[in-house]
Nanobody, 119 residues
Framework: QVQLVESGGGLVQPGGSLRLSCAAS????????MGWYRQAPGKQRELVADITSGGSTNYADPVKGRFTISRDNAKNTVTLQMNSLKPEDTAVYYC?????????????WGQGTQVTVSS
């Protein structure tokens, strides 16, 4: 069994910061790209940021300069540091990882963590 377990969501005021973490565990041979997506009510899930196993990063335009993605390859974890949060960042945030497991190479998703930015 393979699991992605997220932590770190919550309620924060505009301008505040939150840090999301995600750990992949189970029968994993290799971890390729990891990333964070989000889905706001009534909207489609969208990419927030991703990072390759080599450390190359990619950010959605709305979060550039405010969010930072990083990973620890030894621990199979990915972290999203979110600064200068805005109300429009409110969404459920999902961790994603492209993994090679005993069942083959495929995408896995976390259960989602709520981020609410409100005064």
């Amino acid at each position: 069994q393979v699991q992605l377990v997220e932590s770190g969501g919550g309620l924060v005021q505009p301008g505040g910061s939150l840090r999301l973490s995600c750990a992949a565990s189970g029968s994993i041979f290799s971890v390729y790209a990891m990333g964070w997506y989000r889905q706001a009510p009534g909207k489609q899930r969208e990419l927030v940021a991703d990072i390759t196993s080599g450390g190359s990063t990619n950010y959605a335009d709305p979060v550039k300069g405010r969010f930072t993605i990083s990973r620890d390859n030894a621990k199979n974890t990915v972290t999203l540091q979110m600064n200068s949060l805005k109300p429009e960042d409110t969404a459920v945030y999902y961790c994603n990882a492209h993994l090679m497991t005993i069942w083959g190479r495929k995408d896995y998703w976390g259960q989602g963590t709520q981020v609410t930015v409100s005064s």
